[in-house]
């Protein structure tokens, strides 16, 4: 008899995932990292973040249960992501920004005793963008050319209406720390369907991405076929075969040649000359 509290869960595949990179989200994830640690050090974002450094970057799906804080969500034509912050990590950006006491640098910040103001509020939506440009330029720039015709400008991913990610959705973790006290807080980038699938596809191994692009257009385009051009035929009886020598000349007449696909006649065709060689032109269907 089996134990069920002891048996082993099975994975349940995603067919939606089937196919896809999804084994390689921890290469974005990681160059992820890096450039997010990267603008975090640039002037205009150390005011902010000078006080942090960040320590892992994870892709998860979002089950439903759990409990993270308001989203803010920044919209773009190519998609949009959902950004949410923990609120410890904003009010100690807050306090590095507006220049806290290096004395209690090491205290943690008791979220009960500050009431939500209204710069707390616009600073999460100037963080979110910030980062969620970040998130777009990593997406655009592992794209392949082919893939670039509408590029994802981080800029132009602006503040939208908000809400919830639905189940399902790919979330990315980012953990970062506080230099001083040590202390640890995350956010969360939330993005959609179109996104993505564009981060999966920066993700294709290059053998992949060249069959892909190899792929385009209809079949009939792409089909290669070889067609051969009969120009002549001319039947002789068998023994002025056998007697020809060498110098003789066969009388023939220039006609419609026929193409050929293999050894079926598809068309017949006018032989015309230019620059030297013999061309086909006027092809007409056989039947």
């Not at 807050?94 to 008791?110: S, T």
């Not at 980062?131 to 655009?140: D, F, M, N, Q, V």
């Not at 592992?142 to 602006?158: G, H, R």
């Amino acid at each position: 008899m089996t134990n069920t509290k002891q048996s082993a869960q099975a994975q349940v595949l995603d067919p939606c995932l089937l196919g896809r990179p999804v084994h390689l989200l921890h290469i974005f994830a990681a160059q992820l990292r890096d450039d997010l640690a990267q603008s975090m050090r640039l002037n205009m974002n150390r005011r902010y973040w000078g006080g942090f450094q960040v320590e892992e970057v994870e892709f998860s799906r979002l089950e439903g249960h759990e409990q993270i804080g308001r989203w803010l969500s920044f919209s773009a034509p190519a998609g949009n992501i959902a950004f949410s912050l923990e609120r410890k990590v904003l009010l100690s950006v807050l306090n590095f920004r507006y220049g806290r006491n290096k004395n209690d640098a090491a205290v943690a910040v008791d979220e009960s005793a500050v009431r939500v103001t209204a710069t707390e509020e616009r600073l999460a939506v100037v963080l979110g963008q910030q980062l969620a440009g970040t998130l777009a330029g990593r997406i655009e720039l592992n794209l392949p050319v082919t893939d670039k015709a509408a590029p994802l400008d981080s800029e132009e991913f602006k503040p939208a209406a908000g809400s919830h990610p639905p189940k399902g959705t790919w979330i990315i973790t980012v953990t970062v720390s506080d230099i001083v006290s040590g202390s640890t807080g995350r956010f969360w980038f939330a993005l959609d369907k179109s996104l993505m699938a564009s981060v999966l596809r920066g993700l294709l191994p290059d053998r992949d991405q060249n069959k892909k692009n190899k792929n385009l257009g209809p079949l009939a385009q792409r089909l290669q076929v070889g067609l051969n051009g009969r120009l002549i035929s001319k039947e002789v009886p068998l023994g002025t075969l056998f007697d020809l020598q060498v110098g003789d000349i066969i009388p023939i007449s220039m006609h419609r040649a026929d193409v050929l696909l293999d050894d079926s006649r598809l068309f017949t065709a006018a032989v015309t000359e230019h620059k030297g060689k013999l061309c086909l032109t006027s092809f007409e269907d056989v039947e």
